[in-house]
């Protein structure tokens, strides 16, 4: 099964482009026209320009905070591969996990943030023990793909706590 999100990249991307072209027209034009003239309920243009950029501003805390990822994900040949990255314009490191189906043992979620960020953690089996690989974010999934990695996972190990 392999699980590819292209499509779900493109579209956060064109989300965050729309939202600062909505939001920068919608501060021009309040500041340059004459359609916010009056104070609506005592809140001039300005701090209403204020409020919008604010709100545009913690959209896009949120959104980093949440730490979507592009993920690739395949189990299809003799290894588990997991690629990905952040979508974070300050973080481009780019990550692979490859693991033999053999020295797979399973995975484990934890929920962060008030249950905002949601990372996924792979176990390998090492001579030395069990390794566990850094966390990857999985909260840009959709409950389907989510279904899916997890009963892909779930064939190959366990769900380990």
């Known amino acids: 099964m392999i699980i590819d999100l292209h499509k779900t990249v493109i579209r956060k991307k064109l989300q965050g482009f729309y939202a600062a072209i909505l939001f ?3 501060i021009i034009l309040i500041l340059l026209t004459n359609i916010y003239e009056n104070d609506i309920a005592g809140i001039d243009r300005y701090e209403f320009s204020i409020i ?14 949440r730490d979507y ?4 994900y395949s189990d299809e040949k003799e290894k588990l591969i997991l ?19 053999s020295e797979f043992s ?17 176990y390998q089996k090492t001579k030395k023990g069990l390794a566990r690989y850094p966390g990857v974010s999985i909260t840009g999934l959709s409950g389907e793909e989510k ?12 769900k380990l706590q």
């Open 106 to 122: 399973g995975y484990s979620t934890r929920k962060s943030l008030l249950g905002l960020r949601e990372q996924l953690f792979l």
């Open 24 to 26: 920068t027209l919608a």
């Open 69 to 72: 990822n592009y993920i690739f």
């Open 83 to 101: 690629r990905y990255f952040s979508m974070n314009i300050f973080i481009s490191k780019k990550s692979s996990i490859e693991i033999a189906r």
């Open 52 to 65: 919008l950029a604010s709100v545009y501003i913690l959209m896009n805390i949120f959104n980093f905070l």
């Open 147 to 158: 279904q899916k990695l997890f009963g892909s996972l779930e064939r190959l190990g366990r």
